[in-house]
C-alpha cells in the first residue's frame, strides 16, 4: 500500500489493509480562516510535529461548513474529517461558530445514528495562538482514525 | 414440441448458463416487495404483478456505458450472459415488446446495443395472468391476462383457481404448468430440455384456454373504462393531438406531487440520463433511469425549460403515452399494468385520465 | 366515514360563499381501497353541483395536505416590482401535523398565513394501509384452512377490495374471495398517529368538532433502542433499506417541509451526488434529506408513505426530532413565533461532542447522541 | 424532411455504438467575441476510419464529450469540405461549456455524430438562399454557407443572401470568413448590430427582423433559412411572411436538452418529434403543427 491512502479503492481492498499498520489515513480538515487556519500555521511555524495525513482546506467561518462537504470528503474517500474553528465566543464574525455549533452537534450524532463511526468526523475549537493544541488535535485525531482503519462506509465505489 | 407441461419444481432447471430470473421477495421489505431475483430455489407463484417491472432485467436502473481515465476510454463490454425470464406477466413481456421497438435501430436510425445484447441472449416465459387485480386494466390498452406479445413462452397454471372464486385457498395450487411455446427461442429452450416436459393433454390445453377467458372477463369486469384504447389507434391519432390544450389537464394533475415513482416503476417508460461520474480525472459514464416528472429533465443549460410546470410534464407523460407513441411506434405506450396507480403517493390515477378522454378518444368512433 | 365530512363540507361552502377563499384543499374519496386522496375545489367550481360534495374526511386522509401550498404561495425574494396579483386565498383541511408544517413554512415565508383558511380538524388518527395490508395477510392465512390469500397488486401479500369503517371505530375489509376481516382501528393506526405528542390543531381559523385522539409519547422509546444497537447493526439496517431505493424522489416531493426551488441532489454546478443508485449516492442524499429536516419536521411519516418501494426511514427522521428537542428544547409545534433551531444559538448549547485534546477522553465519543454504542466502539478500539 | 439519418445509415460512435465517443484532438481554440464567452474549437479526428465515418452535410449537430464532465449538443459549424477538421462553437453556460472554454489545445476529448437531420439540400438545389442570423446560433450557417460558396457546390443554388446581426461588432463571430464573405461576388452578405457601437461601423444598424424588411430580398423561388435567439425568430417570421416566403419555405432549427442524441433517451421530444433525429431542422410549417414546447 502506498504513503497515502488511495483515491479509489473497493471495500474489499480496504479490509485487507492492517488497522494502525502501515497505513496512513487521508483526513480532510475545514479549518476557518481566523483561527485554527492560523493555529496550524502557527502549528507550522514553530514546528510542531503532526502527522502529514491532513488535507487542509480553508474556510471563512466554521459556520460555512455545510453537514455536506463532510459527506462528500467521506463518499470521495477521505478516512476521517476534522471541523474546526474558533473557540465559542471568539468568532470573527461574532456569532457564526455558535450557530455551527447547533449545526454540528445534530451532524456528529445523526451520523453516529446510522453507524458511522464517531472517530471518523470530529469537530473542535482551535485558536490563532493555539499552534500547539492544533499539532495534538490533529495526532489524536490521526489516532483515532487509525485505530478504527480505513473507511467504507459511504465511500463511492468508483472505477 | 409447441404445447408441454413441466413440473413447477422443475422450473429451477431451465436456468442455463447464465442468469435467471423470477418473481421473488427482496429480503428485509415488510411490506411485501417482490422483484424478478436471480434465487431460483423461491419462485414466487402467487402475486398480482412484481412491484418493480421487467423492464429492469434489460435495461437496468445504471448502466455502465464506458470507463475512462483522464483522456482514454475503455469501453465495457457488452452484455454475453444468456438470461431466462420466468414468471413475467403477460402485460410486463407486451412491454418489453414495446421497449424493443424503441431499442431497436429501425426506431429512429439507431440501435441501443446494451438493451439488444441482453434481449437477443435472452429467453422469457410469460406466466398467464389468473388473479388479476382490482387495479389491472390491461384489456383496455390491447393487451390481456393471456396476452402473447414480447414472450417466447406463454406458460399457464394449470389448476389455479377461478378468479373470483369464492376460496381463494385454491389459487396456484396445482403443481404443473402449461408451455406453449411462442417462438424459436421458445421452442428451443423446450428441446434443450426435452426430458422435464411431457406432452400437453388436450383437457389441459382446454383448461388453460377457459382460465385465461375467464381472467379476460374478469379485467373487462373490474375496469371498463369506455374505451378500447388498443382498438382505436386511429381514432387515438387523430383525437389526441387536439386534446394537448384541454383545459382538464390542470385538474387532472392538481394533485400530482412531481415524483417520479409513476415513471420508474412504469413496464414502458424508458427515458433515460447519461452522466459521468468520477473522482479526479478517472471514472464512468453511466445512464441511468429518467422521468419526465422532473424538471431537470427537460431544463436547458440556459435556465430556459420547455416543460415548466407539473401540467406539463404530466401531460407529456400521457400524451407521450397515449399520442407520440401511436405516431411513431403504432402502439399505446402503455399495458395497464396499474403500477403507476398503487404506486403513486397521492393517488392520482391514469384510468380517470383515460377515461376523462374516452369520449374525446371515441367521438369520431361512435359516429361512424 | 368520519361524521365530520359533513362539517367540513359546510365549512368550505361558507367559506365559498362569503368569498373568503379562492380554492380549498381537502381529501376526496381515492380510487384504491385504504385510500382518500387530495382534492382541490376552485371558487369556480364550488357553485357546481356536487363540487363541494366530493370532499370526505375518514381515516385515510393520510398525506400532508401542507405540501401543495408552496406552489401557490412562491416566495420570491428577487421580484423587484411588488406582485401584481394578491396572493390566493386558499382553504386547507388541516390535521394537527399539517397545520405543523404550515406552521414552519410560514416561519420560512413560503407560505403566506394571510391568505390561508386553516379549517383545523382534531385528529383521531390515520390509519396504516400497509399495516392493514399485513394484518389481512395474517388473517387470511390463519382463516382459510391451509390456503393462501388473493394477493394484490405490486406485490401486495393480499388484495383488499373495499372498506368500511364504522364509528365505533372498527375497520371492516373485503378480500377477493369474500372474506371480511375486521380490527379496531387503534390496532391499525399509523405509528406516527399512535405515537402523536400533538393530535390537537392550535391556531386554526375554523375547528371542526370532535375530540382529537389522545397524545402519545413521542415514541423516542424506538430511537434509544436503536441508539443502543451496535455501529455494525446500526450501519446493515440503514444499508439494507436503502439498496431498494429506485432515486424516484417520492420521499422529498411528498415533504411539506422539503421547499427548496432546487435540490442540493440537482445541483449540478457542484455536483454533490450521482444520479445513479450507487449506495454511497443514495445514503448521501437521505442523510442529507432527513438532516435538513432538522427543526422542520412534524413526523407526519408523508416520506414513508410515498415511497414506492416501501423503504422504512422513520427511525431517522424520529431520531432528528429527538435529538432537536433534547438538544435545543425546540419540538416544532403551533406557535408561529418560536424561533427555528438552526437559526439562532444559545451560548449554553452544548460543547459536549467537542474533541479537546487538552482532556484524555477524546475520540469522537459524544455520548449524549450515540449512546453505549459510541463507547463500546471507542473501547473495542483499545 | 430531409435526408434522414437511417438512409445514411450513420453509425455515430465508436465501434458501432453509438453511445461511445470518437477520440478527437483539439487542435486550436479561437475566442471569438470580446465577451470571450464564445469560441471556436477545432478538432481533429485521431483515427482516419473515423474522420470517414464521420460524414455530415451542415444542418447537423454532435454531442461533444469531455470525460469527466459529460457531454454536450452542438451544431457543427465547419462544413464537410473542410475535410481536415470540425468546428464548434460553444457559448460558456453549463458545466461541459466550461470545462471547455478552460481546455487548451492538444487536449484530447470525443464526438459522437454526426446526429440530426440536415438542411434541405435537396430542395434548395436550384433556389436563391435567403440566411437570416442573429447571435451565435450562426453556428450552422456558417456550415451552410462554407459549404455553398465551395466551387464544386456554389452553381447549385442561385443567388445567396445573408444577413447577420449581433449586439454589437465585438460580437460578430468568424471575423475571418466575414471578411472573405464581403468581398465576394458568390454572397451578398449584410451585417448588422442592434444599436450605434459609437465606432466606426459599416453595416446596419438595427434589429434583424427591421433590417431585414429594409434589406426586403425577394421570396421568388428563395427559401429561407433562419437561426437565432427565440425573440428574433419571433419577429422574424412575420417579416419573411410579408415579404411572401411560404411557411415551407422558412427553414428554422430547434435546440432542446439531449442526452443520448439518437432518439432514445426521450427529453427533446416537441410532441411526437425528437429534435436530436426528427430535426434540429425544421419547415415553419412543420412547427406549426407542434407543441410550442422548445
Known amino acids: 500500500m502506498s504513503q497515502s491512502a488511495p483515491q479509489h479503492i473497493h471495500a474489499e481492498e480496504l479490509a485487507t489493509v492492517e488497522p494502525g499498520g502501515d497505513w496512513h489515513p487521508k483526513i480532510v480538515a475545514f479549518l476557518c480562516n481566523w483561527c485554527s487556519y492560523a493555529g496550524a500555521d502557527l502549528a507550522g511555524v514553530s514546528r510542531l510535529q503532526y502527522g502529514p495525513n491532513v488535507r487542509i482546506i480553508r474556510v471563512p467561518c466554521s459556520a460555512r461548513v455545510n453537514p455536506q462537504f463532510i459527506m462528500k470528503a467521506l463518499q470521495n474517500g477521505a478516512d476521517g474529517v476534522l471541523v474546526s474553528g474558533c473557540h465559542p465566543g471568539d468568532c470573527h464574525y461574532i456569532s457564526g461558530n455558535l450557530v455551527a455549533r447547533r449545526k454540528f452537534t445534530l451532524t456528529k450524532r445523526f451520523l453516529e445514528f446510522f453507524g458511522i463511526e464517531p472517530e471518523r468526523v470530529q469537530f473542535s475549537w482551535v485558536s490563532a495562538s493555539e499552534g500547539g493544541r492544533f499539532s495534538e488535535l490533529m495526532n489524536r485525531v490521526i489516532a483515532d482514525v487509525k485505530r478504527v482503519g480505513p473507511a467504507r462506509r459511504l465511500v463511492k465505489n468508483l472505477p | 414440441m409447441d404445447r408441454a407441461t413441466i413440473r413447477k419444481e422443475d422450473i429451477p432447471k431451465l436456468k442455463g448458463e447464465g442468469k435467471f430470473f423470477a418473481p421473488g421477495r427482496k429480503a428485509g421489505d415488510a411490506t411485501a416487495f417482490v422483484e424478478l431475483v436471480e434465487e431460483p430455489a423461491e419462485i414466487l407463484y402467487e402475486y398480482g404483478n ?319 | 366515514m368520519d361524521s365530520r365530512t359533513e362539517e367540513i363540507r359546510q365549512a368550505a361552502r361558507k367559506l365559498f360563499a362569503e368569498d373568503k377563499i379562492d380554492l380549498f384543499i381537502g381529501f376526496e374519496a381515492g380510487t384504491l381501497p385504504l385510500r382518500s386522496r387530495p382534492c382541490f375545489i376552485s371558487a369556480r367550481e364550488a357553485g357546481e353541483d356536487g363540487a363541494v360534495e366530493r370532499l370526505v374526511w375518514d381515516s385515510f386522509c393520510a398525506n400532508n395536505l401542507a405540501a401543495y401550498l408552496q406552489k401557490y404561495h412562491e416566495n420570491e425574494p428577487n421580484r423587484r416590482k411588488p406582485r401584481e396579483k394578491p396572493y390566493p386565498r386558499i382553504g386547507i383541511a388541516a390535521k394537527a401535523c399539517d397545520l405543523r408544517s404550515i406552521v414552519a413554512l410560514t416561519k420560512e415565508r413560503q407560505v403566506q398565513r394571510d391568505s390561508l383558511v386553516v379549517v383545523g380538524i382534531p385528529c383521531r388518527g390515520m390509519i396504516d394501509r400497509r399495516k392493514v395490508e399485513a394484518a389481512a395477510a395474517a388473517g387470511a392465512a390463519a382463516d382459510s384452512a391451509g390456503g393462501s390469500a388473493h394477493p394484490g397488486p405490486g406485490g401486495a401479500p393480499v ?125 448521501f442524499f437521505q442523510i442529507i434529506r432527513i438532516f435538513h429536516q432538522a427543526g422542520r419536521c412534524v413526523e407526519c411519516d408523508a416520506c414513508y408513505r410515498a415511497c414506492p418501494m416501501g423503504i422504512d426511514l422513520r427511525l431517522y427522521t424520529k431520531k432528528i426530532v429527538k435529538d432537536v428537542e433534547e438538544a435545543f428544547g425546540y419540538l416544532p409545534g403551533f406557535d408561529p ?34 449512546g453505549p454504542a459510541g463507547h463500546e466502539t471507542h473501547a473495542k478500539g483499545h | 424532411m430531409n435526408t434522414s439519418v437511417s438512409e445514411r445509415n450513420a453509425t455515430a460512435g465508436r465501434a458501432g455504438n453509438p453511445y461511445i465517443p470518437y477520440p478527437v484532438t483539439i487542435a486550436e481554440i479561437t475566442v471569438e467575441n470580446e465577451a470571450r464567452d464564445l469560441k471556436t474549437f477545432k478538432l481533429v479526428f485521431e483515427n482516419e476510419e473515423d474522420r470517414s465515418a464521420f460524414a455530415y452535410l451542415p444542418g447537423q449537430f454532435a454531442e461533444v464529450s469531455v470525460l469527466g464532465t459529460g457531454e454536450s449538443p452542438f451544431g457543427i459549424a465547419s462544413s464537410p469540405t473542410e475535410e481536415d477538421y470540425l468546428l464548434f462553437t460553444v457559448k460558456l453556460t453549463g458545466t461541459v461549456t466550461a470545462e471547455l472554454h478552460a481546455s487548451e489545445p492538444g487536449r484530447r476529448i470525443g464526438v459522437r455524430g454526426p446526429l440530426g437531420n440536415t438542411f434541405p439540400w435537396d430542395r434548395l438545389e436550384g433556389k436563391d438562399i435567403v440566411i437570416v442570423s442573429g447571435g451565435f446560433a450562426f453556428t450552422t450557417l456558417r456550415s451552410a454557407i462554407t459549404y455553398m460558396l465551395a466551387p464544386e457546390n456554389r452553381k447549385k443554388y442561385g443567388n445567396i443572401f445573408a444577413l447577420y446581426g449581433a449586439r454589437s461588432p465585438g460580437e460578430l463571430m468568424y471575423k475571418k470568413e466575414l471578411a472573405a464573405w464581403k468581398d465576394s461576388q458568390d454572397i451578398q452578405l449584410h451585417l448588422a448590430v442592434d444599436r450605434d457601437p459609437g465606432e466606426p461601423w459599416d453595416g446596419k444598424v438595427g434589429l434583424v427582423p427591421n433590417v431585414l424588411r429594409e434589406l426586403a430580398p425577394k421570396a ?29 419555405d422558412i427553414i428554422l432549427s430547434l435546440e432542446n436538452r439531449m442526452k443520448c442524441g439518437i432518439g432514445k433517451c426521450g427529453r427533446c421530444n416537441v410532441g411526437a418529434k425528437y429534435v436530436c433525429v426528427d430535426g434540429p431542422v425544421f419547415s415553419f410549417a412543420e412547427l406549426e403543427k407542434l407543441p410550442p414546447e422548445y
Not at chain 2, 412484481?50 to 432485467?57: G, S
Not at chain 2, 446495443?113 to 383496455?140: D, H, K, M, Q
Not at chain 2, 459514464?285 to 406539463?312: M, V, Y
Open chain 2, 50 to 368: 412484481v412491484r418493480v417491472p421487467l423492464k429492469q432485467v434489460f435495461f437496468p436502473q445504471t448502466e455502465v456505458l464506458c470507463e475512462y481515465d483522464f483522456d482514454e476510454i475503455t469501453e465495457v463490454p457488452l452484455p454475453t450472459e444468456s438470461i431466462v425470464v420466468f414468471g413475467a406477466r403477460p402485460c410486463d413481456t407486451r412491454a418489453l415488446a414495446q421497449l424493443d421497438a424503441v431499442f431497436s435501430p429501425e426506431y429512429k436510425g439507431h440501435p441501443d446495443p446494451y438493451y439488444l445484447r441482453r434481449r437477443e441472449n435472452s429467453v422469457v416465459i410469460a406466466l398467464a395472468c389468473s388473479l388479476p387485480c382490482g387495479s389491472c386494466f390491461c384489456t383496455v390498452t390491447g393487451g390481456g391476462p393471456a396476452d402473447r406479445e414480447g414472450a417466447d413462452i406463454l406458460a399457464h397454471e394449470l389448476g389455479a383457481a377461478e378468479p373470483g372464486a369464492a376460496k381463494p385457498g385454491a389459487a396456484g395450487s396445482g403443481d404443473t404448468l402449461l408451455f406453449e411455446a411462442l417462438t424459436d427461442k421458445g421452442r428451443a429452450l423446450l428441446e434443450a430440455h426435452g426430458e422435464l416436459f411431457a406432452e400437453a393433454q388436450a383437457g389441459q390445453i382446454e383448461t388453460a384456454q377457459k382460465a385465461a377467458a375467464a381472467a379476460e372477463a374478469k379485467v373487462r369486469e373490474l375496469n371498463d373504462l369506455g374505451v378500447d384504447l388498443g382498438a382505436e389507434l386511429d381514432a387515438l391519432k387523430r383525437n389526441m393531438d387536439p386534446l394537448f390544450e384541454d383545459s382538464r389537464w390542470s385538474g387532472l394533475t392538481d394533485s400530482c406531487i412531481g415524483c417520479g415513482a409513476c415513471t420508474y416503476l412504469c413496464p414502458t417508460c424508458y427515458c433515460f440520463d447519461i452522466a459521468d461520474e468520477s473522482r479526479l480525472y478517472k471514472g464512468r459514464r453511466i445512464r441511468t433511469w429518467d422521468s419526465c416528472q422532473f424538471p431537470l429533465f427537460t431544463r436547458h443549460a440556459s435556465g430556459h425549460n420547455p416543460r415548466t410546470n407539473k401540467k406539463e410534464r404530466l401531460r407529456q407523460r400521457f400524451m407521450h403515452k397515449f399520442s407520440y407513441a401511436v405516431e411513431n411506434n403504432e402502439d399505446v405506450l402503455c399495458v395497464g399494468c396499474g403500477r403507476c396507480i398503487t404506486a403513486c403517493p397521492v393517488n392520482l390515477d391514469i384510468r380517470d385520465v383515460i377515461r376523462a378522454f374516452a369520449k374525446g378518444i371515441q367521438s369520431e368512433h361512435v359516429s361512424q
Open chain 3, 159 to 283: 388484495e383488499i377490495l373495499a372498506h368500511r369503517e364504522s364509528e365505533d371505530g372498527v375497520l371492516e375489509v373485503t378480500l377477493r374471495g369474500g372474506q371480511t376481516l375486521s380490527w379496531p382501528r387503534e390496532e391499525v393506526l399509523q405509528a406516527c398517529c399512535l405515537e402523536c405528542r400533538l393530535p390537537a390543531p392550535e391556531g386554526a381559523d375554523v375547528v371542526v368538532s370532535g375530540e382529537a385522539r389522545k397524545p402519545g409519547d413521542g415514541g423516542y422509546a424506538r430511537i434509544q433502542e436503536f441508539e443502543a444497537k451496535s455501529l455494525e447493526e446500526r450501519w446493515e439496517y440503514f444499508r439494507g433499506e436503502l439498496a431498494r431505493c429506485i432515486r424516484c424522489n417520492a420521499c422529498r416531493q411528498a415533504c411539506p417541509t422539503c421547499w427548496c426551488k432546487e435540490c442540493f441532489a440537482e445541483q449540478t454546478d457542484l455536483k454533490w451526488i450521482g444520479v445513479g443508485t450507487e449506495p454511497s449516492d443514495t445514503m
Open chain 3, 337 to 370: 413565533e418560536a424561533a427555528p433551531p438552526l437559526t439562532t444559538f444559545s451560548e449554553k448549547d452544548t460543547d459536549s461532542f467537542i474533541t479537546d485534546p487538552d482532556k484524555p477522553a477524546g475520540a469522537g465519543g459524544d455520548g449524549a447522541g450515540a
Open chain 4, 220 to 248: 421568388a423561388n428563395a427559401i429561407a433559412m433562419v437561426c437565432g435567439p427565440p425573440i428574433m425568430i419571433r419577429f422574424t417570421i412575420p417579416v419573411l411572411q410579408e415579404l411572401g416566403f411560404a411557411k415551407e
